[in-house]
Structure formats: C-alpha cells, structure tokens
C-alpha cells in the first residue's frame, strides 16, 4: 500500500501564500509505480476540482484560475510533491488532496486532505 500525508494547510490573509507537502509512504515497487500526481480541492458544497497535476517527466498542468498563483513541483528523492500558493484569494478557501497514480489522470491513491483557509 501507499499512503499520502498532506501538510501545510492553515489559515492565512487573503494575498499571502502557503506550501503544501505530499509526501508519499510505502514499499519501493508501489511508490516507483507512481508516475502522476495532482493536487485537487473541494470547497463546501462544491465539487472537487483539479488545481495542479505533474508527471515524472516532470510535465505540469494547472487549472485556469491558478496560473501563474500556483507551482507544482516534486523532489523524486524524499517522494514528495509540493504546491506552493501565492497570492490567495478567499475563493481559494477549500480542503486540498494530494492524489497519485500510473498514469496522468487516473489517480487511484489520495490523502486525506488539508484544509486551507484564506481570509478577506
């Protein structure tokens, strides 16, 4: 099994800026089976959506609304993968999950997520 433990989340002004970490746990042949990882989100009463994936080879995608905000990056050494926030807007006000998978978006291991709170 794998697990993802997100951290980082809290409270933070509107305009200020946070960092998320991933990090993954488990045996060697799981964790290198891993090749795509995303951060989504879920505000309450809304649907989760996707903010920021990435690929081994290092490929990114972001949703519209978080470029230029939002970086995904991944330490491949620690099995770690991170979404620093700036700018921060109350909209951005939701629970954040970490998820991964083989392949490019179909994420079938998650965390269990961390709550981010940006104040007016």
């Known amino acids: 099994q794998v697990q993802l433990v997100e951290s980082g989340g809290g409270l933070v002004q509107a305009g200020g800026s946070l960092r998320l970490s991933c990090a993954a746990s488990?045996?060697?042949?799981?964790?290198?089976?891993?090749?795509?990882w995303a951060w989504f989100r879920q505000a309450p009463g809304e649907q989760r959506e996707l903010v920021a994936a990435?690929?081994?080879?290092?490929?990114?995608n972001y949703a519209d609304s978080m470029k230029g905000r939002f970086t995904i990056s991944r330490d491949n050494a620690k099995n770690t993968v991170y979404l620093q926030m700036n700018s921060l807007k109350p909209e951005d006000t939701a629970v954040y999950y970490c998820?991964?998978?083989?392949?490019?978006?179909?994420?079938?291991?998650w965390g269990q997520g961390t709550q981010v709170t940006v104040s007016s």
């Open positions: 488990g045996s060697f042949f799981r964790l290198n089976r891993l090749n795509a």
């Open positions: 990435i690929t081994s080879g290092r490929s990114t």
């Open positions: 998820a991964a998978g083989s392949v490019a978006g179909m994420y079938d291991v």
